[in-house]
């Protein structure tokens, strides 16, 4: 289970949601009703721009419009955790999407679209690449050929934050872990090393990354990744939406389990084993 500090229906804008709702195709999440197009993919491109809700710029209509279907979203995402969009993703296809190994160096929470990087791991001048081609609010995926040397630290992480990249997740190894495990900057990484290679350039930016082939996972440009303390874990673009939705259920769901345990109901009960003990 993950964090369930907020019901799934408290997420939402109820009054402003409610005039969102009207003249949309809804679906019912439990006793919720949402706006499913809420909950695709383009959307986090709105949180990517620099046009967000934060700003003071005057909006038209259209704009406000669509940050209120995203706003849902990225309340969603702000409050559910790897392990929810796991277990969504499972009940819907049989796969968790965990990228396992992968381990959180500074405790900190990242999610949104990919940007591939692959070079090996005496390159991290092709990460230097990676951080050019992302937008605001991207994850940097970097896959190496191994965790002989480190292809991150200080600088790229300084450099990636002032530029408002969500995160780094790399398939091999980073180092100067004084700095990052105290950094605000989001890495994930399999490895950690002192040593670095040279700043070559060579790797390739914005291809198709396989990293495993059993289960097959293809990481592609566009796919979403969400990271936290408990882990990493991939959604391939086509499956976000679906995904998503199904994570709003599991929270609404969690969210009435706890409230059940609270009045003293065994959680054995709860989920339907209590009838199976003799």
Same mark, same amino acid.
């Given at each position: 289970?993950?964090?369930?500090?907020?019901?799934?229906?408290?997420?939402?804008?109820?009054?402003?949601?409610?005039?969102?709702?009207?003249?949309?195709?809804?679906?019912?999440?439990?006793?919720?009703?949402?706006?499913?197009?809420? $909950?695709?993919?383009?959307?986090?491109?709105?949180?990517?721009?620099?046009?967000?809700? +934060?700003?003071?710029?005057?909006?038209?209509?259209?704009?406000?419009?669509?940050?209120?279907? $995203?706003?849902?979203?990225?309340?969603?995402?702000?409050?559910?955790?790897?392990?929810?969009?796991?277990?969504?993703? #499972?009940?819907?296809?049989?796969?968790?999407?965990?990228?396992?190994?992968?381990?959180?160096?500074?405790?900190?929470?990242?999610?949104?679209?990919?940007?591939?990087?692959?070079?090996?791991?005496?390159?991290?001048?092709?990460?230097?690449?990676?951080?050019?081609?992302?937008?605001?609010?991207?994850?940097?995926?970097?896959?190496?050929?191994? @965790?002989?040397?480190?292809?991150?630290?200080?600088?790229?992480?300084?450099?990636?934050?002032? +530029?408002?990249?969500?995160?780094? *997740?790399?398939?091999?190894?980073?180092?100067?872990?004084?700095?990052?495990?105290?950094?605000?900057?989001?890495?994930?990484?399999?490895?950690?090393? @002192?040593?670095?290679?040279?700043?070559?350039?060579?790797?390739? *930016?914005?291809?198709? =990354?396989?990293?495993?082939?059993? @289960?097959?996972?293809?990481?592609? #440009?566009?796919?979403?990744? $969400?990271?936290?303390?408990?882990?990493v874990v991939h959604v391939p673009q086509e499956l976000f939406c679906d995904v998503?939705? +199904?994570?709003?259920?599991?929270?609404? #769901?969690?969210?009435?389990?706890?409230?059940?345990?609270?009045?003293?109901? @065994?959680?054995?009960? =709860?989920?339907?084993?209590?009838?199976? =003990?003799?």
């Open positions: 289970m993950g964090k369930s500090k907020l019901s799934a229906k408290s997420l939402l804008n109820e009054i402003s949601y409610k005039k969102h709702l009207k003249n949309k195709k809804t679906i019912l999440v439990n006793d919720l009703r949402v706006c499913k197009e809420d $909950f695709e993919i383009k959307n986090l491109d709105i949180l990517e721009s620099e046009n967000s809700q +934060k700003t003071e710029k005057i909006k038209g209509k259209k704009q406000i419009k669509e940050e209120i279907g $995203f706003e849902n979203l990225k309340n969603l995402l702000d409050n559910t955790s790897s392990c929810q969009i796991s277990d969504a993703l #499972n009940k819907l296809t049989r796969r968790d999407g965990v990228l396992k190994g992968l381990k959180s160096v500074n405790n900190k929470t990242a999610y949104g679209r990919v940007v591939t990087v692959e070079s090996s791991s005496d390159d991290w001048g092709t990460s230097l690449l990676g951080i050019d081609a992302c937008k605001k609010g991207n994850i940097l995926f970097i896959k190496t050929n191994g @965790p002989s040397s480190a292809v991150w630290g200080e600088l790229t992480s300084t450099c990636s934050g002032e +530029k408002g990249i969500a995160g780094t *997740v790399i398939w091999g190894a980073t180092r100067d872990i004084n700095f990052v495990s105290e950094s605000n900057y989001p890495v994930f990484a399999k490895e950690t090393i @002192p040593n670095a290679g040279n700043a070559l350039g060579l790797g390739k *930016v914005n291809i198709p =990354i396989k990293i495993s082939e059993s @289960p097959d996972i293809i990481i592609k #440009n566009g796919d979403f990744i $969400f990271g936290d303390k408990s882990g998503m939705i +199904k994570a709003l259920e599991i929270k609404a #769901n969690e969210t009435n389990i706890i409230s059940e345990i609270k009045k003293g109901k @065994p959680l054995s009960q =709860i989920v339907g084993l209590k009838d199976k =003990i003799e």
